[in-house]
T-cell receptor, first 118, second 108 residues
Framework: SAVISQKPSRDICQRGTSLTIQCQVDSQVTMMFWYRQQPGQSLTLIATANQGSEATYESGFVIDKFPISRPNLTFSTLTVSNMSPEDSSIYLC???????????????FGPGTRLTVL | AQRVTQPEKLLSVFKGAPVELKCNYSYSGSPELFWYVQYSRQRLQLLLRHISRESIKGFTADLNKGETSFHLKKPFAQEEDSAMYYCALRGSNYKLTFGKGTLLTVNP
C-alpha cells in the first residue's frame, strides 16, 4: 500500500495569488496523479506526473495555470497559479502502488487540500 | 472517450434493507471498474474492483458488459455504510474516470 500526505490541508487565498500544494508518499512510486474535486462535482484528473519527465495534462488544464514538479519518486507539487474564485476546490494527490494481494496496482489517494479563493 | 454515470446523487435506506447503488459506463474497450468509498472526514479509498470478484464489507458488484453496468449491492445495509460512493473506470491509459458519486445514508 501507499500512505500519502498533503500540505497544506486547507487554505484561504486571495484572488491573483498562487498556492503550492505538496504531496509526499511513504514509498517510491512511478505514477502520481493530481485531481480536482469542485463543490458538488466528481473528481477530475488534472495531470499525470511521472518522475523524470514533464507532466501530462488533461484537456482543459494547462501547465501555466497548474505547474507540477516531480523531483523524485516520493514527492510532487502542484501549484495553482493566478487564482480566481473558480479555483476553489479540493485538490487530491493520488498514486498507483501495490494494493490488496500484492500483485495488483491499486490507486491510493491523499487526504486532499481544500482551497478557498476569495 | 470514457464516461461513468451514477444516476442517483442521494440514496437513503433503513438499516437492514437491501441497497443498490447504480453505475453505468461508456468505454469502447475492455474497462476495469472500481467502487471507491469516502466515509465522513476520511480519505477516498478503494472498496472493491470487478477483476477480483470479491465481497468487501458485504458489498458485491458484478460487471455486466451487455448493460454496461457495475452496480454495487449489499443485502442488508448497516449504519456504518453511510458514506459517499464513487464508481470509477480505468481504461488502457491507466487513467481513472469517476462518476459524480452517490451519497448513501442508512437510517436506524
Amino acid at each position: 500500500s501507499a500512505v500519502i500526505s498533503q500540505k497544506p490541508s486547507r487554505d484561504i487565498c486571495q484572488r491573483g495569488t498562487s498556492l503550492t500544494i505538496q504531496c509526499q508518499v511513504d514509498s517510491q512510486v512511478t505514477m502520481m496523479f493530481w485531481y480536482r474535486q469542485q463543490p458538488g462535482q466528481s473528481l477530475t484528473l488534472i495531470a499525470t506526473a511521472n518522475q523524470g519527465s514533464e507532466a501530462t495534462y488533461e484537456s482543459g488544464f494547462v501547465i501555466d495555470k497548474f505547474p507540477i514538479s516531480r523531483p523524485n519518486l516520493t514527492f510532487s507539487t502542484l501549484t495553482v497559479s493566478n487564482m480566481s474564485p473558480e479555483d476553489s476546490s479540493i485538490y487530491l494527490c493520488s498514486v498507483r502502488a501495490s494494493g490488496r494481494g500484492g500483485s495488483y496496482n491499486e490507486q491510493f489517494f491523499g487526504p486532499g487540500t481544500r482551497l478557498t479563493v476569495l | 472517450a470514457q464516461r461513468v454515470t451514477q444516476p442517483e446523487k442521494l440514496l437513503s435506506v433503513f438499516k437492514g434493507a437491501p441497497v443498490e447503488l447504480k453505475c453505468n459506463y461508456s468505454y469502447s474497450g475492455s474497462p476495469e471498474l472500481f467502487w471507491y468509498v469516502q466515509y465522513s472526514r476520511q480519505r477516498l479509498q478503494l472498496l472493491l474492483r470487478h477483476i477480483s470478484r470479491e465481497s468487501i464489507k458485504g458489498f458485491t458488484a458484478d460487471l455486466n458488459k451487455g448493460e454496461t453496468s457495475f452496480h454495487l449491492k449489499k443485502p442488508f445495509a448497516q449504519e456504518e455504510d453511510s458514506a459517499m460512493y464513487y464508481c470509477a473506470l480505468r481504461g488502457s491509459n491507466y487513467k481513472l474516470t469517476f462518476g459524480k458519486g452517490t451519497l448513501l445514508t442508512v437510517n436506524p
